[in-house]
């Protein structure tokens, strides 16, 4: 057992094991990892639950982050200060990159932009989404990566109740097709985005991890076909991915 915490941070200690064990957590497993005594855990799960900071998984049961939990640590990334610090890695990357580039999070259903750099070229594509606008999960670099990452149980329902709605000719709109891309992107930890949500436009997603690993956001670059290819922006990757560390340093360290 874990060495008893204040009961000031006991709260927090079961949201940070939550948002980090990639599978739901049975009332014996958060008390052994949180050192909570279970009388007390029950008691907070409880009203956890009632405020949608939890959800109780059904059948075997196990708890999962709730979506105010989920709004509370975007709420954290929006802080000013650290998008500042993050806009300045945005600006190198595209320094070197010569491309759009975005810092995205999940946020329910969708992708949220949290932050962007745009191309200096004079053929980038003007995409009319400002910072803080959603798009889809299925047929965005990162929104497959974010679902590739996700723990099989968190993935289950999600491709469930999906609308895989054809938004260009090349968006994937059959789960099966969906499944074996988002294998690939798991092996592969790349997300990529083929002329799928917007026509002319492709796009490559590398995640931004915390300390235990478990991804956060995402950071993506796009570009419009006349100017680059998707094997150019693969090209990019190696930027991207040390960028994404950099992120990484900032956000979670």
Request: contains cysteine; positive net charge.
């Amino acid at each position: 057992m874990t060495e008893p915490i204040r009961r000031s941070l006991r709260v927090l200690k079961v949201l940070e094991i939550l948002s980090t064990a990639g599978h739901p957590q049975t009332l014996s497993q958060l008390a052994y990892r949180s050192g909570v005594p279970k009388s007390s855990l029950m008691r907070m799960l409880d009203d956890l639950e009632h405020h949608q900071y939890v959800i109780r998984v059904p059948g075997k049961g196990g708890y999962v982050p709730g979506h105010k939990a989920h709004h509370l640590a975007i709420a954290t990334l929006q802080a000013p200060e650290l998008l500042r610090a993050c806009r300045d890695v945005l600006i190198r990357l595209v320094g070197q990159t010569g491309e759009t580039c975005n810092l995205n999070v999940m946020v329910g259903d969708s992708v949220k932009y949290l932050a962007r750099e745009e191309s200096p070229g004079y053929l980038r594509l003007q995409l009319r989404l400002p910072v803080g606008t959603h798009v889809p999960l299925h047929c965005t670099a990162s929104g497959k990566l974010f679902m590739a990452m996700m723990p099989e149980p968190a993935l289950r329902p999600l491709l469930k109740r999906l609308d895989l709605k054809p938004l260009t000719p090349k968006t994937i709109t059959e789960l099966p097709s969906l499944e074996t891309a988002l294998r690939t992107t798991r092996a592969q930890k790349l997300g990529i985005d083929d002329e799928e949500f917007v026509a002319g436009m492709v796009a490559v997603a590398v995640p931004v991890c915390d300390q235990d690993g478990v991804m956060r956001a995402a950071l993506a670059c796009h570009a419009p076909t006349a100017c680059a290819s998707l094997r150019d922006l693969h090209d990019h990757v190696p930027h991207l991915r040390r960028a994404a560390y950099q992120l990484a340093d900032i956000l979670f360290s």
